[in-house]
């Protein structure tokens, strides 16, 4: 599967760090980002870190080939279920965060049928967080955790894995 179309949730350092990359890359997709706080969003438009930004979730996600939520863990639960109305059936879910227990049982109890997760911890990061220090290169080198589950479908996680 090709990826087209991009959704970036959460644009603190790891999502706006993700934002570069992939706007970057050889045959860059077009990349949504998505923020709740007026200040992220106004930061995000003037460093161009997203072809667009919006604090729609629903509509971040619409027509989203891939969505990685790299908000704070403990925000994951809230934002899958408020997405769930703007997710392609066909579309893959993954994560940024450090644990999986909670994000893997929200993701099997409210994404629907046909849209697939695959979890993943990228092993970066930084001691100063937000977008304004968000990198290109902040995931070249880093080692990826990516966490199928028994039943992961096959492409979904070849969409992960080819993104990293």
Known sequence: ???????VVGLGLLGGSLCRALRQSGSPPYV????????TLVRAREMRLADEV???LVEAVRGADLVVLSTPVSVFEGALRQMTPGLKAGGVVTDVGST????????REVLPKGVHFVGGHPMAGGEKTGAEFSRADLFRDAVVIVTPEMDTDDGALAVVEGMW
Do not use: F, N, P
Request: net charge positive; charged share 35%.
């Open 1 to 7: 599967m090709a990826i087209e179309r991009i959704t």
């Open 32 to 39: 949504v980002g998505y923020a709740h706080r007026d200040r």
């Open 54 to 56: 919006t604090s729609d």
């Open 100 to 107: 999986k227990r909670t994000v893997c049982r929200v993701a």
